[in-house]
């Protein structure tokens, strides 16, 4: 079993920046980011693959950079001009099966 720990949420004013990091105990393929804000739809926010392959939400393309260090099993998503509407629980991911406790993101004044 794989298990992947977040870190990095919290509040922000708009404009500002976060990080989040997901460590994940063993390798795989491909690590992301899923979104969920109340009232609206789970969203795949960004996607790495181990060879560096890289996927965003057009919501967050030229705000969002997604990176990973291969060594440490452990992806990034620098989060820069925040805006109201990223506010949501943040959870990471990696493959098809495994899944991170969730961090709270919230974009406010």
């Known amino acids: 079993q794989v298990q992947l720990t977040e870190s990095g949420g919290g509040l922000v004013q708009p404009g500002g920046s976060l990080r989040l990091s997901c460590a994940a105990s063993?390798?795989?393929?491909?690590m992301g980011w899923y979104r969920q804000a109340p009232g609206k739809q789970r969203e795949l926010v960004a996607s790495?693959?181990?060879?560096?392959?890289?996927n965003y939400a057009d919501s967050v393309k030229g705000r969002f950079i997604i990176s990973r260090d291969n060594a440490k099993n452990t992806v990034y998503l620098q989060m820069n001009s925040l805006k109201p509407e990223d506010t949501a629980v943040y959870y990471c991911?990696?493959?098809?099966?495994?899944w991170g406790q969730g961090t709270q993101v919230t974009v406010s004044s």
């Open positions: 991911y990696a493959g098809q099966t495994y």
């Open positions: 063993g390798s795989i393929f491909r």
């Open positions: 790495i693959t181990s060879g560096g392959t890289l």
